[in-house]
């Protein structure tokens, strides 16, 4: 089988440099361009030592017509707002996307200029993109061309509380999600220069932000709604924790009838029964952040708290594994129609 050629737009930044990084290893792909308007000229390995020995690509600027020429597909880590103006071009000549923006995750419009305050510029391709998470909808990014990867906070919400909200076991009114990010996610497409970012407020510190208006809410609220087949309101909140990677993820979700814990973790290993990146843990068993670094793996537990009703359902990604640049390539895999493990097979990284 020969190779496909793939570039990756917007690669200065974490989630970039996880792509490349998770690229190198593919049998399925040859990796032949990379853009950065910031770091247009110089050599790969000298933007990133981590990569010397691996490549000999330079950094071109961000130019759809060279991307397609040297490119079947390509991946966008560009910030919000600017992959509705590459997209466009891209499609037109024939080359595949995955965008890891946020520009083609919601399908309406008018919900993008509520959340994103600015009219979508690619209306067509926003009606033709997939939600890139698999384990919901393999089906439609099979054969697809363009996919939008979610987004960090809402792949840990959705696969932690899926099966309730698709099963019917939830009150789809009072969910709670809390979620809590290293620093890599929340400034994952570029290597932002924020003081919210510096080491002296960032560690040993947790901080809220986005409170009572983040715009993966839309996300979450979309999907558990397609999943739910009615309306569904999420309330979250997210942080920012003292760690490189890792999203940890709690919601509480009300019950519409009285189930164990037990019963509940029968309903989740039904639901992800055969997905090769969900691991839903045994009962008593607890998720952290540690046990994911560096994979595509969701580890995901559910508890049911007797006293008020509710599910516990908690969740571990890597905010550029599962969360970002791994997910990507899973979707890749699946829209190429490869072993959806190709590539990606390397455990955790531990400690």
């Given at each position: 089988m020969s190779k496909i050629r793939v570039a990756v737009a917007g690669a200065s930044g974490y989630m970039g440099a996880e792509l490349l990084r998770l690229l190198h290893v593919h049998p399925q792909i040859t990796l032949t361009g990379v853009t950065s308007d910031r770091l247009a000229g110089e050599r790969l390995d000298h933007?990133?030592?981590?990569?010397?020995?691996?490549?000999?690509?330079?950094?071109?600027?961000?130019?759809?017509?060279?991307?397609?020429?040297v490119a079947d597909v390509v991946f966008l880590a560009l910030p919000h707002l600017e992959s509705q103006r590459t997209v466009p071009m891209l499609r037109a000549a024939g080359v595949k996307v995955v965008d890891l923006s946020a520009d083609y995750r919601l399908k309406n419009a008018d919900d993008y200029v509520e959340w994103y305050k600015a009219a979508h510029l690619d209306p067509d391709g926003l009606a033709h993109a997939v939600y890139g998470l698999p384990e919901l909808h393999r089906k439609s990014i099979t054969?697809?061309?363009?996919?939008?990867?979610?987004?960090?906070?809402?792949?840990?919400?959705?696969?932690?509380?899926?099966?309730l909200v698709k099963g019917g076991l939830a009150r789809l009114d009072g969910i709670v999600i809390d979620g809590k990010s290293g620093v890599s996610g929340a400034g994952a497409q570029g290597r932002k220069v924020d003081p919210m970012y510096l080491y002296t407020e960032a560690n040993e510190n947790v901080q809220a932000y986005g409170i009572g208006f983040h715009r993966h809410t839309a996300e979450m609220e979309q999907e558990l709604s397609l999943l739910a087949g009615?309306?569904?309101?999420?309330?979250?909140?997210?942080?920012?924790?003292?760690?490189?990677?890792?999203l940890f993820t709690t919601a509480s979700v009300p019950l519409a009838t009285k189930l164990a814990t037990t019963d509940l973790v029968k309903v989740y290993r039904e639901f992800y029964a055969g997905e090769p990146f969900v691991r839903v843990l045994d009962e008593g068993q607890r998720p952290a952040t540690r046990a994911v670094v560096g994979s595509?793996?969701?580890?995901?537990?559910?508890?049911?708290?007797?006293?008020?009703?509710?599910?516990?359902?908690?969740?571990?990604?890597?905010?550029?594994?599962?969360?970002g640049s791994a997910?990507?390539?899973?979707?890749?895999?699946?829209m190429q129609g490869w072993h959806e493990r190709t590539g990606l097979d390397a455990p955790p990284v531990y400690p």
């Open positions: 933007a990133y030592p981590h990569l010397r020995g691996l490549s000999d690509l330079a950094f071109h600027d961000l130019d759809a017509h060279w991307l397609s020429d054969g697809a061309s363009l996919v939008a990867s979610p987004g960090c906070y809402p792949v840990g919400a959705i696969l932690a509380t899926a099966p009615e309306p569904v309101r999420v309330c979250f909140t997210p942080h920012l924790v003292p760690l490189n990677r890792g595509n793996y969701c580890d995901v537990a559910v508890v049911t708290d007797t006293r008020t009703g509710r599910a516990v359902c908690v969740s571990a990604i890597d905010n550029l594994g599962k969360g997910n990507g390539i899973q979707n890749l895999n699946v």
